[in-house]
């Protein structure tokens, strides 16, 4: 029962994750094949990342549900086009439930390798945001999460507070749904009230430098 | 006497991976070392992401030869230049033929780790192609591979008739034959009639999305 | 004593290579989490590759001043923006010396796992280099050490010096200090005096070809 509601939570994170890659990829004129490749690795290539980092097999070599999954959302697109844009909103909700679980799914895999919690935290966040960052090099782009509303620190914060509740002593299943909503409540925040982190002031003379 | 072909196979393959790579480079005025590294990566690149995803030693780092061979690329783009690109055709040859060996070799080193036939399908593409989309990433370009004839495709589906081979219970010296003729029948065919894939629509509204 | 030394050197130059991802990432415009990101890869995403290719735990993931020297860095360049550009000099040594010890390093923990010299050279130069290319692969832009002056040459060459030393039988201490000082004395050389490798002729043609 409960293994089957996180299953569903994580199809449809992982169809929304490849839809937002499939969609840019389209915005650049890709072919299907460009753009299947382009959705695989925004899907799995946080979690492929976290797994090669941790010396562990990538997750989705053991399981080709996420070559499937992948599939339809290309078939969705090539299928409804247009229409998913008026859909933003759904797949908006699904990309942050999606990335609520990634970050989770992140830092539980870190801590049974027995890595410190600093290092959890910053498996989650990569699990949940270098997806995002490979796509926006593979479309030549300059990544998005370094510009724009708070995506990745979202993880991280909610990476914290699984830290500090298991600090606390709290059970597992409770540290889950509070770091889950966590990352989901500040990720809603910030794109309803443009949440964003400072802006580091560009200097005139920054290429000049001797190392650059 | 095999083995002989397959390693002078596997040196011109590579050698003309490297070439490419080290062309592209010089048109965007890279320095001999700069070019020299963007070889590398175009030749190495596909089969080093296989291993270390197959938590294998990278290739190339149990055998000098590979350094040694894009050097001799290098030296030939330096030395001969202009000349090389009447050659245009031979390369070609060499590239495809090279292709065909690398998707075969990424298919066999997958299976011998036991993983299903799928990964392997997976692994040989990745052997065949991402040292291309690596090198357009360094040279910054978007990947042609997404755009333009049908490259990766045709490792796809060379992996698709090793897999059913398989399955019919043929010999490997057969399934290899077969992959790697099918490998180059595909990208002769593609080059020669200009098949390629559907492309997908761009939505005007693509960079409004939440995710992005 | 001699250990103390060593740790202030790779904190100074793990400093100066994350202020040098910042202060690119600022020019960029990223928000202070992006730009914390890029100058954390700057400075460890070159030791991050050698390990992942030797197959060894991300060195940051055992220690943590990393993360946290980076987080230095940041305020730094948050609190002393422009007066940092005056202080080109001091990063600029900070910057070779770091180069020098992390070639050192890349090398000696490459021939640890017995690899043959000729990959602890190529080890030594991605644990100097690689980190700045990631950087600029982040940025969007073309990595400069395809184009300017010798930086990763620097390594190489260094990495040469070790092996010829060790074949004349010289103690590592000999080894590690020729090395650091010859990686040094080419970069301040080739800064100094404007020593670069010859760039290779664009050809006209070179989008073209067939493999492109």
Redo the contacts between chains.
């Keep these: 029962m409960q293994n089957t509601f996180l299953v569903i939570i994580e199809i449809l994170g992982t169809l ?2 490849a839809i ?1 890659g ?14 299947y ?2 959705g695989l690795i925004t899907a799995i290539g946080g979690g ?1 990342l976290r797994d ?2 941790l ?1 562990l ?2 997750f989705w ?1 053991l399981n ?1 549900s996420y ?1 499937a999954v992948t599939g339809v959302a290309l078939l969705l ?2 299928v409804f ?2 229409y ?2 008026r859909m ?2 759904t ?2 909700i699904f ?1 942050t439930i999606g990335l609520a679980l990634f970050v989770v799914v992140g830092i539980e895999k870190t801590l049974a390798e027995h ?2 919690f ?2 959890a935290i ?1 498996m989650g966040t990569i699990t949940g945001a270098a997806g ?2 490979m796509r926006d ?12 509303d ?1 995506y ?2 979202a993880c991280a914060v909610g990476g914290l507070v699984y830290w500090i509740g298991w600090l606390c002593g709290w059970q597992v299943y409770i540290l889950e749904i509070l770091t889950a909503a966590t990352v989901i409540g500040i990720r809603l925040a910030a ?1 309803q009230y443009h949440w ?8 005139m ?8």
Tied chains: 1, 2, 3.
């Design positions: 929304a994750f937002s499939i969609r840019l990829a389209s915005a650049k004129r890709f072919d299907w094949f460009g753009a490749v382009v492929t090669v980092l010396d097999p990538p070599m080709w070559m697109v090539i086009g247009r998913l844009i933003q909103n797949f908006f990309d890595y410190p600093w290092v910053i995002g960052v090099i593979l479309i030549n782009e300059v990544p998005l999460i370094f510009r724009r708070i990745a620190m794109v964003g982190l400072p802006v580091l002031k560009g200097e003379d920054v290429d000049g430098g001797p190392k650059s």
